[in-house]
């Protein structure tokens, strides 16, 4: 019933910048939370950055100063702008949502979850 669609990722140098997008399409009626998770190989899915439908931020202490999240309402999208990126931020992203979408004739609260973009920082 409802998409997030990624895009964005890639290879970079340490130091160098990566924006993530991240587009919701569907029966949406509002989006709540929406936030970018991040999981390396041999490691558990980290959430690395959330932002709520009134726009309060949160960030891992790792890359705190470093990545910015940021929503569009009108288009239902969030991005993760991504700076002074460092090797160990290597990890495949993934985009989350809790959306509120039409379900028959009721309107539900439900999570949903990108396919997952690979971002590699090499030294």
């Known amino acids: 019933q409802v998409q997030l669609v990624e895009s964005g990722g890639g290879s970079v140098q340490a130091g160098g910048s990566l924006k993530l997008s991240c587009a919701a399409s569907?029966?949406?009626?509002?989006?709540?939370?929406m936030g970018w998770y991040r999981q390396a190989p041999g490691n558990q899915r980290e959430l690395v950055a959330s932002?709520?439908?009134?726009?309060?931020?949160n960030y891992v202490d790792s890359v705190k100063g470093r990545f910015t999240i940021s929503r569009d309402n009108a288009k239902n999208t969030v991005s993760l702008q991504m700076s002074s990126l460092k090797p160990e931020d290597t990890a495949i992203y993934y985009c989350?949502?809790?959306?509120?979408?039409?379900?028959?004739?009721?309107?539900?609260?439900?999570?949903?979850w990108g396919q997952g973009t690979q971002v590699t920082v090499s030294s």
């Open positions: 989350n949502a809790n959306i509120v979408v039409t379900d028959r004739f009721a309107r539900v609260r439900r999570n949903y």
């Open positions: 569907g029966s949406i009626v509002s989006i709540n939370f």
């Open positions: 932002i709520t439908s009134g726009g309060t931020t």
